[in-house]
């Protein structure tokens, strides 16, 4: 006669394998009556990445504070250990919830923002600085005349990398910019009129002809 085969089931409360139903699981554990198992929670969703915040906007709505509280935080923790054009919309997640929410979880993001944006200005000066990118206090030329200012240059210094230039977005409360040499194109000053404080821009000493596109990247500034 042939041998039975034995059949191995799960452990009473293993999450099943597809993905989505194990996010399913792991959310419905961010209020487990266990702090070990609601952190463990956390951890597991963290793992799964940026794919899970639908799901967690859904707890939220559904879930008591204990779930609200860490359904943000795992939110925020994928902004910040992303690049923002990475983060899978974690960003605009926790803008939507602060805008649009109210009570606990409007409080909950919009205290999340300015975590995030603490941490991506932090982020921005470092890897700005590493490629080149002048941050700091000097003498910025303005209506002929000269004032001591922070603000920042992208110049001969610059290593040439745009992608590193879309930080310049988090680079906040200084309000003057010089562009000069090989990095008056363009692509620079695309990313350039994105800081959110940025009131005046310096182009000097370009290496060639200022080409149309450098000025329309302007467009988008109300005062120049």
Same mark, same amino acid.
């Given at each position: ?13 293993? !999450?099943?394998?597809? =993905? ?21 929670? &956390? ?6 990445? !940026? ?24 939110? =925020? ?6 690049? !923002? ?6 960003? $605009?997640?926790?803008?939507? +919830?602060?805008?649009? &929410? ?18 991506? &200005?932090?982020?921005?000066?470092? +890897?700005? $600085? ?7 206090? *000097? ?5 002929? &005349?000269?004032? !001591? ?5 992208? *110049? ?8 590193? +230039? ?10 003057? $910019? ?8 363009? =692509? ?9 404080? +940025? ?16 000025? =329309? ?8």
């Amino acid at each position: 006669a042939g041998r039975a085969t034995a059949q191995v089931r799960p452990a009473e409360g293993t !999450p099943k394998t597809g =993905s989505n139903e194990t996010a399913a699981y792991w959310i419905t554990q961010l209020s487990h009556d266990h702090y070990l198992r609601r952190e463990k929670a &956390s951890q597991k969703i963290k793992e799964l990445g !940026p794919v899970v915040i639908p799901d967690l906007v859904t707890a939220m709505n559904q879930g008591d504070l204990e779930v609200i509280e860490r359904a943000v935080a795992v939110i =925020s923790d994928f902004a910040i250990s992303r690049e !923002p054009a990475e983060d899978g919309n974690a960003w $605009v997640t926790l803008q939507t +919830l602060a805008e649009n &929410s109210v009570g606990r979880r409007a409080l909950a993001a919009k205290a999340a923002m300015d975590e995030v944006a603490t941490s991506r &200005s932090r982020q921005a000066a470092d +890897l700005l $600085v590493a490629a080149g990118v002048f941050i700091g206090d *000097g003498d910025f030329s303005v209506a002929a &005349s000269q004032l !001591p200012v922070p603000f920042v240059e992208v *110049g001969d210094g610059w290593n040439g990398d745009v992608k590193v +230039l879309r930080w310049l977005e988090w680079v906040g409360d200084i309000q003057h $910019v010089r562009i000069s040499g090989k990095a008056v194109q363009g =692509s620079v000053v695309r990313n350039v009129v994105r800081m959110p404080d +940025l009131t005046a821009i310096a182009i000097v000493n370009a290496d060639a002809a200022v080409e149309d596109e450098v000025f =329309s990247s302007l467009n988008g500034m109300e005062r120049i």
